[in-house]
């Protein structure tokens, strides 16, 4: 689940996982070029305010689309009907119906009747929205880069090929994923694996 979550940028992300990682190295570009003080590029173009709003959208689109399609869920009656297991995990299946539906192939957990009218519409909602929310911004991003004039690499240029961006980079995409996904996780699995490892 947390592997969908982060944009599936680590593994059996190709794809999706792709786009992901191009909106996360455009983002710590950014974070870079405003901690050095320069102006942030990438593959020698410059990032400018289209591009990272274009960023921004890819981003929110599909968290949005999770938890507010979970929260959603959780109080209806058409929503807990679907579910078999009843407190963390039930809140954990409905969570991991729509991070799959945003993120991947529209999945569910074993346990979460998903084929219901409820869940059919809800799930292909996010479904239809994840994929053009990331898709359209990332194409648009592409089309401006692709129409800049590239620039040779400076004194000041970060290079993306440093274990220092690297490691820039796995701090942006853990910091987004946490700050994003680490409220809805604590109610579904950690509060399952805590409270399994109280009664044992």
Known sequence: MVLMQTGEVV?????????????????AVFVAGLMIGRAPEYLGRKIDAFEMKMVAVVILSTPILVLFGTAASVPVPAG?????NPGPHGFSEILYAFSSAANNNGSAFAGLSAN????NWMLVIAMWFGR?????PVLAIGGSLAGKLRREAGPGT????????????IGTVVM????TYLPALA???IAEQLSSAVRH
């Open 11 to 27: 593994f059996g992300g190709p794809g999706s996982g792709l786009f992901s990682m191009v909106i996360y190295v455009m983002l």
């Open 80 to 84: 807990i009907a679907g579910i078999a």
């Open 116 to 119: 219901t009218p409820y869940y």
């Open 132 to 136: 053009f929310a990331v898709i359209v």
């Open 158 to 169: 970060l290079p993306t090929h440093s274990p220092l961006f690297v490691g820039l980079l």
């Open 176 to 179: 987004i994923a946490s700050l």
């Open 187 to 189: 109610l579904g699995p």
